[in-house]
């Protein structure tokens, strides 16, 4: 054994220190910063009292409720339309799937900012969606300066920008499902909506875990799109945790408070973790 | 036998998939317009004025205002400049993640070692953590170090990718052990196995996750938001941002600066889309 047993550890050592220095400090010392409170020039043991205020700051519960309604009406939308876009292409009746494929996922590669300006200047209220349902009767949608409908853009947004992605995630998984399995189904007189939910849904239950965990995990960090296309408004109906994590750290400064904010972020990403697993677990 | 009976089979299940094929198309049909049509719209954008963009019935054909929309731009923000930030941003990372990223996966995939299972559960629970629980002491790091405003502080938190690192060493551990050990017998040193029999056999998934970091980088908006506030340091992503919260919005300008941010790598992807889909996806699921 000529050989050092320390080799190993060289080649982690790079990746271990960046880790070390740029995740494992910083998640520790945020902890201990949203006990904190900045005071005649430095920080001070603040107990939990970022928490209570928390408790009692009505812009903090909106955010919690806006990020949750985001979140329970934009992920499984997403989900579900992005399994039946990928059943759809995995059909053998199909042709030119390469080049649907490759059109829907054409939106998964746009930047967050750059997508989120163009829908707010398409859906502002004398835009080109509005001008497009004009002709089909409808009424023009006050979409960015409504509160209800500054969610749904959010959510529309947001749905153009992630449903590809997750279909070629899905696609990758239906092809891996046998044939034979839908044969047998339909011999056995099981129509095409029985066999998604008793045959496709199953097969993919792993898969849908893994992309409804990444989406939850995006979701409740959601700060580009109401950034940059209603800007949390109007009155806060589209602020979210993420956004109000950035205005409290960079625009009011008050660093102790965010941290508390963003402790509640890593709490409910590991609750609803937690119960996703268990949920796809059960089944 | 069997061949002429299932003939007539087919040609009668075909008659009887027709509606459900048209269905199909009619449904891929209306998904297509819906993902395309911004891009189409963006396009037309840049190239008239402000006001076109909001006539009714709109405006779908390009106008003239191409380079009008480019100077008015272009005397907004510094484009050459900002765009050199995000080019030079993204392919420091790109070198930097891919080296520090394959060694250690490489390490998690092939050698053994204490604490292996450890490290790997730590990168993967890592992966978890919402990005804001470190924002605010990676600042005050940045900030403290003097670091604000530098290329650096851009890409220095993101180096170690715990998701790039998972990636590759799915990728690693197909490789096939045997060669590993058979370069041992021969006395090549473990770096030089490394670089020299592992890595060129592992070109494309290299190539896919490059991909990967590459976009990740380039579409990167609130770190550097929060790091460089000198306009003149600023990402793509930051300086377009910007033209928002401007009191007067010129949005011909704003829609040439979302073609020039969108345009490039909608090239890049039509181009590379193989490897495209299989950075974004990874090898996760194949």
């Known amino acids: ?283 | 036998m069997e061949a002429v009976k299932s003939v007539p089979m087919t040609q009668e299940k075909k008659n009887r998939k027709l509606p459900q094929k048209i269905g199909m198309y009619a449904m891929l049909g209306i998904f297509l317009v819906v993902s395309i049509f911004p891009f189409y719209w963006m396009f037309i954008g840049s190239t008239n004025e402000s006001g076109k963009m909001f006539t009714n019935p709109p405006t779908l054909l390009p106008g003239t205002k191409l380079v009008e929309n480019y100077q008015n731009l272009n005397s907004a923000i510094d484009v050459s400049r900002v765009l050199f930030n995000s080019l030079f941003v993204s392919l420091l990372y790109v070198v930097s993640a891919l080296i520090v990223c394959s060694l250690a996966a490489y390490a998690l995939a092939k050698l053994e070692f204490k604490g292996k299972n450890l490290i790997f559960t730590a990168f993967l629970l890592s992966m978890m953590i919402p990005y804001q629980a470190t924002l605010i002491p990676l600042f005050q790091m940045m900030s403290s170090a003097g670091w604000l405003n530098t290329y650096f502080a851009v890409i220095a938190p993101q180096i170690c990718y715990p998701f790039a690192i998972f990636l590759l060493r799915q990728n690693f551990l197909a490789f096939p052990t045997e060669l590993i050990e058979a370069a041992r017998l021969d006395g090549a040193s473990e770096l030089k196995i490394f670089a020299k029999v592992v890595m060129p056999a592992m070109r494309p998934s290299l190539a896919a996750a490059s991909i990967f970091l590459f976009m990740t980088q380039w579409n990167n908006f609130l770190w550097p938001l929060v790091v460089l506030n000198d306009s003149s340091m600023h990402t793509f992503p930051v300086a377009l941002s910007s033209l928002m919260g401007l009191s007067y919005i010129d949005y011909g300008q704003v829609m040439m600066g979302v073609s020039i941010a969108t345009i490039p790598i909608i090239i890049f992807f039509l181009v590379l889309q193989k490897q495209f889909i299989s950075g974004m996806l990874g090898s996760a699921v194949k």
């Open chain 1, 1 to 283: 054994m000529s050989r050092s047993r320390l080799f190993p550890y060289w080649f982690l050592a790079p990746a271990l220190v960046l880790f070390l220095i740029f995740t494992v400090y910083p998640v520790a010392a945020s902890f201990i910063l949203s006990f904190q409170k900045f005071e005649a020039g430095s920080y001070a043991f603040n107990g939990l009292n970022n928490y209570i205020r928390l408790f009692n700051d009505e812009i903090f519960w909106t955010a919690l409720k806006n990020t949750f309604i985001i979140f329970v009406f934009q992920v499984p939308i997403m989900l579900l339309l992005a399994i039946v876009l990928a059943g759809a292409l995995n059909s053998q009746l199909l042709k030119l799937k390469g080049f649907f494929r490759v059109s829907f996922f054409l939106p998964a590669v746009t930047s967050l900012v750059a997508y989120s300006i163009l829908f707010s200047i398409m859906l502002q209220e004398e835009g080109i969606i509005n001008n497009a349902l004009s002709y089909l009767g409808i009424a023009a949608v006050p979409w960015l300066s409504d509160g209800f409908w500054a969610k749904a853009s959010i959510i529309l947004a947001m749905t153009w920008r992630w449903t590809g992605y997750n279909m070629v995630i899905f696609l990758a998984a239906l092809q891996n499902i046998p044939e034979e399995i839908y044969e047998a189904a339909s011999l056995d007189g099981a129509g095409k909506i029985r066999q998604f939910f008793h045959i496709t849904i199953p097969q993919l239950k792993p898969v849908i875990l893994f992309a409804g965990t990444l989406s939850t995990i995006g979701t409740l960090q959601l700060f580009d799109e109401p950034f940059n296309l209603t800007k949390g408004g109007p009155a806060d109906s589209t602020m979210t945790l993420g956004l109000y994590i950035y205005q409290n750290g960079f625009e009011y400064f008050q660093f102790g408070y965010a941290s508390a904010i963003a402790y509640v972020v890593v709490v409910l990403v590991a609750i609803l973790t937690f119960i996703q697993f268990k949920v796809a677990g059960d089944r």
